[in-house]
């Protein structure tokens, strides 16, 4: 069994594949500090809660934005699991190529994201990650990762609301009835979640200008990704484990 961690700003995503199969997933809070005893028990606890014998890992790849916890997260795979894990960094075999002006720049989960966008669709692909970040990845049909947009993500946004005003108050994520708001908290996840999809529709109609790929497919992941992707017609598709695919694509094309 294969143990894939992709661990962003706010979570640490976990899955656990048999084979080509995804056999769980469970979640850990990133942003809490952790040492690797710490780390290694909540790993062991919660693949124990989802059925899985720890014995039956043999392998474990991890892609991470948090450069800050990887010390301890590795040290815990190596001593409640025995294994060294793959870490998703220059010099792994990915299968695309990052043709940019500093490779070293574009961010893991990214690239793993781009990766199993090219693998499962192929390309021409723009790859959408509604997570911390909105983030809106270019992938060719020749697999070359050419370009990468980086914007806020919603709940940066909402978070900016309530915290950068007075009376604002902290409000729940969600799609509202209607653009037409008159209350506040109505009012907020207007402007928060059209203002979202009218970020995102633009960006892929520039980039299908720019780029001249009218016939680009669009893919959308991450936590918020459903959401928007079921409110406008220009996401072909939401696939909600794509960075978890991805993590399998690559362990596969290094083992």
């Known amino acids: 069994m294969l143990l894939v961690l992709d661990v962003g700003n706010t979570n640490i995503t976990c899955g656990v594949y048999d084979g080509e199969k995804l056999s769980c997933t469970f979640r850990m809070m990133s942003k809490t500090p ?6 290694g028990s909540e790993i062991c606890e919660l693949a124990g809660r989802n059925g899985v014998e720890l014995s039956d ?62 693998e499962i669709y192929g390309g021409p692909i723009l790859v ?33 609301l309530w ?38 529709e633009y960006i892929i109609k520039q980039v299908k200008k720019e780029t001249g790929y009218d016939k680009l497919k669009v893919v959308a992941t991450g936590g918020l990704g459903r959401l928007i992707s079921n409110e406008t017609d220009m996401i072909d598709e939401y696939n909600s484990d794509l960075t978890l695919e991805g993590l399998r694509l690559i362990y596969a094309k290094n083992r």
């Open 128 to 160: 959408l990650d509604f997570g911390t970040a909105t983030t809106y990845d270019l992938v060719t049909g020749d697999g070359r990762f050419t370009v990468g947009i980086t914007a806020p993500g919603v709940k940066i946004s909402a978070e900016a």
């Open 57 to 118: 890992i043999d392998g474990v790849i991890i892609a991470s934005v948090v450069p800050n916890i990887m010390h301890s997260l590795t040290a815990s795979i190596r001593k409640y699991l025995d294994i060294k894990p793959l870490v998703v960094g220059p010099g792994i075999k990915t299968g695309i190529r990052i043709d940019t002006p500093n490779p070293k720049e574009i961010g893991p989960d990214r690239i793993v994201d781009a990766v199993a966008a090219y």
């Open 34 to 39: 952790r040492t690797s005893d710490e780390f």
């Open 163 to 200: 915290t950068g005003t007075a009376k604002l108050p902290e409000i729940e994520i969600e799609m509202p009835k209607s653009i037409l708001a008159n209350d506040t908290i109505w009012s907020m996840q207007a402007g928060l979640m059209y203002g979202q999809i009218g970020q995102t």
